[in-house]
């Protein structure tokens, strides 16, 4: 999904000592639960927030999420979570970690979509369409962890909370102008012209710098194109002075070429 930027007072953390108890008593896998157990617990053991939870207070959210989640899963890195076409029975919150999205194409390549980080549901604008299934596969692009609950009982907790109905639908809305600008940038024949609409996209004239989520490998893939073409490309941007690279923190120097690109 698109990154979003919250000010500090719209960012809720959720404590949830009860789910790191679950997840002990549900996880059979002693090196998995213990992995995911500390990268996630840690300190206060703060939930990361969630949109779909925005504007709920702790105790709402802790209601909600004791009433619900009946099954937490676990995943090691490059396992796969769903697969293309699985039917979806349930909805699958990641809370931890974080997905690769990929589309198996008609010509059988693999066209990667995004890098889903938690805290976010899988195929929120599909779980309750005609088809009911997942469009994209899964994999665990580090350990995660989900929440299974079924698509009953978030419809009808949708049905009485005005403001969970409101976020679940403000989601479905970003995921569409997500990938709305997708097949836009798919359509391109220019990977510089790709390039520059992914940078417009991350980025804002205040918010001028963004971190990537993929590496250069994973980055090229997403282009459907050779490492070596990106790394030329991206050199190119930059010796014209378009952007600045340090790690994976992209800058952007000169926006107005970037639009003209």
């Keep these: 999904m698109e990154e979003s930027m919250h000010t500090p007072d719209e960012q809720q953390g959720h404590f949830h000592s009860h789910l790191h108890h679950l997840l002990e008593s549900q996880t059979s896998a002693d090196h ?5 157990s500390h990268q996630t617990y840690h300190h206060d053991r703060e939930l990361s927030y969630c949109p779909l939870f925005r504007g709920m ?11 619900n989640v009946k099954e937490i899963l676990t995943y090691k890195k490059g396992e796969t979570v769903v697969l293309q076409g699985e039917p979806i029975n349930s909805v699958m ?5 974080s997905v690769r999205a990929e589309m198996i194409t008609m010509e059988g390549n693999v066209l990667n979509i995004d890098i889903l980080e938690a805290v976010i549901p899988l195929a929120p604008a599909f779980i309750y369409g005609t088809k009911k299934s997942y469009p994209v596969d899964v994999i665990a692009a580090e350990p995660c962890i989900f929440l299974k609950i079924s698509r009953e009982a978030w419809l009808n907790e949708m049905a009485g909370n005005r403001q969970l109905l409101t976020n679940f639908l403000t989601m479905n809305a970003d995921l569409t102008f997500f990938l709305t600008n997708k097949l836009q940038m798919i359509s391109l024949k220019s990977l510089r012209k790709k390039l520059a609409t992914f940078f417009l996209e991350k980025t804002t004239v205040e918010r001028e710098s963004f971190v990537l989520k993929q590496s250069r490998t994973q980055l090229a893939d997403y282009f ?4 070596q073409s990106l790394a030329r490309s991206l050199k190119e941007m930059e010796d014209d002075g378009i952007i600045l ?3 994976r923190t992209v800058r952007v120097l000169d926006r107005n070429r970037l639009i003209r690109e």
């Design 224 to 227: 459907g194109v050779q490492r």
């Design 57 to 67: 207070s702790q105790k709402e959210h802790d209601q909600f999420l004791d009433r």
């Design 93 to 97: 919150l990641l809370v931890q970690g």
């Design 245 to 247: 690279l340090k790690g």
């Design 32 to 36: 998995i639960r213990d992995e995911i």
